[in-house]
C-alpha cells in the first residue's frame, strides 16, 4: 500500500488543511511559533517520518533552538508528526522558502509547503534625554533592557512609551501617556513611537 501525505498548517488554531503532492502558498505569523502537521497514511507505528528545511537538509530533532519535531501518534495505519518552527527561526525564513515532509523509507512521499512571510512593521522609536512620561503602566514592572522593553509596549494596549529610570538600577519601565516631560530631575531617558 502507498502512503499518502496531508500537511496542515496550523499558527494556534486550524488554518487550512491541504492535499497533493504540492502547496499553495501559506501566510505564517511573524513573532509566533507556527504548528505544521503532517499526517501520513499507509504505513507502520515505527515509520518515522522527517522534516526538510528551506535548505533542503534534514531537520534533526537536537536542533530545539529553531524547530520541535514531534513523531505524534498512530492509529489505523495513519501516523501524524508535527514540526514547531520557533518563532526566532521565523524571522530568519522568506517568503517562498519551502518546508517539507516526508517518510524516511520512501523518498518518493514528499510532500511541501511555500511560506509566507509577511514583512514585519518596523517601529522607530525616538529617544528623549533628560525625559520621563507620564503614568505607568504597571509600576510593578521592569525590563533590564530596551530591546524587552520595546515588544512589551508594542504588546500592551495602554503602553504609549518607555522611560529609563537610573534611580530604579536603569531599568526600564512601561508608560501609559506619550506627553515628554522634559524635565527629568533624576535624569532619566524616554522612547515614544516617532
Not at 515532509?101 to 520512501?106: A, E
Not at 512571510?117 to 512620561?133: A, D, Y
Request: proline share 4%.
Amino acid at each position: 500500500m502507498a502512503a499518502t501525505v496531508e500537511l496542515l498548517l496550523f499558527c494556534g488554531f486550524l488554518l487550512t488543511s491541504v492535499t497533493g503532492t504540492t502547496f499553495e502558498d501559506k501566510t505564517v505569523e511573524p513573532g509566533v511559533d507556527a504548528l505544521f502537521t503532517c499526517l501520513v497514511t499507509g504505513l507502520s507505528q515505527d515509520t518515522p517520518v522527517i522534516w526538510i528545511d528551506p535548505d533542503n537538509s534534514e531537520i534533526s530533532e537536537s536542533d530545539t533552538d529553531n524547530f520541535v519535531i514531534g513523531q505524534g501518534f498512530f492509529m489505523w495505519g495513519s501516523k501524524i508528526s508535527v514540526l514547531t518552527v520557533k518563532s526566532a527561526k521565523l524571522a530568519t525564513l522568506s517568503s517562498g522558502d519551502v518546508l517539507k515532509c516526508k517518510v524516511r523509507s520512501d523518498p518518493d512521499v514528499i510532500k511541501k509547503i511555500t511560506l509566507t512571510v509577511p514583512s514585519q512593521v518596523v517601529t522607530t522609536w525616538c529617544k528623549h534625554e533628560n525625559s520621563f512620561l507620564y503614568e505607568y503602566v504597571d509600576a510593578d514592572t521592569f525590563f533590564d533592557n530596551l530591546a524587552d522593553a520595546q515588544r512589551a509596549c508594542l504588546a500592551a494596549s495602554r503602553c504609549k512609551g518607555i522611560t529609563q529610570e537610573p534611580r530604579r538600577n536603569n531599568r526600564f519601565t512601561l508608560r501609559a501617556r506619550p506627553e515628554v516631560n522634559n524635565n527629568s530631575p533624576t535624569g532619566e531617558t524616554s522612547w515614544v513611537i516617532c
